[in-house]
């Protein structure tokens, strides 16, 4: 590298020489993306923050200037050229200040009492697909409480809730084409729900039987679904999110009409892939929608104790990335931002940001108790005064779509199924032991074998150690 560099020094030098050029320029293109909404959408281009001009340059290394400044015609200023980019300059010290005194509004349709709030800018939702949102975001409901009271009897190991974050959960997911690749945490199995997988899938998995397509080698809750472009949530935080990157650029390279959109909280916002992936996505233009749900909590530590900066949207700005701060207990807010992202995601080949502002009523998961850190009036005011499923269904039935008799047939037979579905999983055989050492290696190690080996002889010794169903 050292040598090309000095024959390329060597070089233009020997060329101003020659032919008496006083700068050797490169054409470099400085103009900003053009700002784009789709005409599907209602929404206007105040709804979102402006775009930051594209700062992908050619090298200015043997662009010379003198003492490096470049005269502005429009303003009589200047700029300062470097690899980077070119910029204006001050001669006064000022800092940036750390914060603006202004936060980031939120964007909303509905109010509290479920009504749209007067000059809203929206993408309409027709009755069916109103109705179906509303009948997924109950059943999500029921399925959270049923399943998290199977835990409470022992009969998984394992759960981890939506409660509060139904609107996040089925909303974005009724926005996503199906071609979309969804890249999750783990608090959003509504949008598998919404893609067709059953209860009967979802319960499977939970008890790691058979049937289930993981092979009983993860943890509840951890679901994936190669036909409906799921990935296998995995429990590290915030991996999802690098990887969601190359899969967009794999989906651009590949010419497909569809982008990538992965999930996060506010407390995966602290790790380093989280800024890994949004630099990825925005320096290689990847199509993927980054959706993080501000819950407020990273378990039991508060947001106060995770960052400084106003939330998360300001994130996204800062890697070039367009953003949006939305409410992520309205249904139909949520609808609209996320179809609106991914236009933009599909038809501008660029990722786009959004902060979900919700409340996690849940517990964080069956570990955790989290009236040890919170106030238990905190957890049932947002429980009752701000549930998302209710607004929801206030503004569905105000539109004469849903009714009382609707609601208890509805959750009756949701909860049924869900009973149904928890029986026949139990009863499904457990995977074999030797499922536990293949698909790890082609051809399956001495080491690995005498693992095995070991671990059959222990389970045939003291087979009460192991649950009923198990086998070698």
């Known amino acids: 590298m050292a040598i090309w560099f000095a024959r390329s020094k060597n070089l233009v030098s020997s060329l101003r020489h020659n032919l008496n050029l006083s700068a050797i320029l490169n054409k470099c293109d400085y103009s900003p993306r053009p700002i784009f909404f789709s005409t599907t959408s209602q929404l206007s281009s105040t709804s979102f923050l402006s775009p930051v001009a594209s700062l992908r340059h050619e090298s200015t290394a043997v662009e010379t200037q003198p003492d490096h400044l470049v005269q502005i015609d429009e303003d009589d200023g200047q700029e300062l050229d470097f690899p980077g980019g070119k910029v204006g300059y001050t001669s006064e010290m000022k800092f940036i200040p750390e914060s603006s005194s202004r936060r980031i509004p939120c964007y909303r349709v509905l109010n509290e009492d479920g009504r749209i709030i007067p000059d809203s800018d929206f993408i309409p939702v027709s009755e069916k697909l109103a109705v179906r949102m509303y009948e997924q975001m109950a059943t999500l409901q ?127 916002t602290s790790e380093g892939d989280f800024h890994a992936g949004l630099n990825f996505a925005a320096v290689m233009e990847a199509p993927v929608v980054f959706i993080c749900r501000n819950n407020g909590w990273a378990i039991s530590t508060h947001i106060s104790e995770q960052f400084r900066s106003d939330g998360i949207v300001v994130k996204g700005q800062a890697y070039g990335i367009r953003s949006i701060r939305v409410d992520g207990n309205d249904a139909l807010a949520v609808y609209s931002a996320v179809r609106s992202a991914r236009e933009m995601a599909v038809t501008e080949q660029r990722p786009v940001l959004i902060e979900a502002m919700t409340y996690r009523v849940g517990h964080h998961s069956t570990s955790d108790d989290s009236t040890k850190y919170r106030a238990a009036d905190e957890i049932q005011y947002w429980k009752m005064s701000r549930n998302p499923v209710n607004r929801f269904r206030k503004w569905v039935e105000d539109n004469g779509w849903w009714s009382e008799e609707d609601e208890s047939k509805l959750r009756s037979n949701a909860r049924k199924q869900l009973l149904q579905a928890i029986q026949a999983a139990e009863k499904w055989e457990k995977q074999p032991l030797t499922e536990l050492f293949n698909d790890v290696y082609d051809v399956k190690p001495k080491n690995l074998e005498e693992q095995e080996l070991g671990l059959k002889e222990l389970v045939e010794k003291q087979p009460q150690d192991y649950p009923h169903g198990f086998h070698v």
């Open 142 to 268: 029921v399925m959270d409480h049923i399943f998290y009271e199977a835990q409470r009897q022992g009969r998984i190991s394992f759960y981890l809730t939506s409660v509060g974050e139904e609107a996040i959960n089925i909303a974005s997911a009724a926005a996503l084409s199906p071609d979309d690749v969804v890249l999750p945490q783990y608090r959003e199995p509504g949008v598998l729900l919404w893609r067709g997988f059953t209860l009967e899938e979802f319960a499977n998995q939970c008890f790691g039987n058979k049937a289930d397509y993981g092979k009983g080698r993860q943890m509840p809750i951890h679901y994936g679904s190669n036909r409906l472009n799921y990935f296998t949530i995995s429990s590290p935080i915030a991996t999802q999110l690098p990887q969601a990157a190359g899969v967009g650029y794999s989906l651009k390279m590949d010419k497909k009409n569809a982008c990538a959109v992965t999930f996060i909280g506010d407390g995966g």
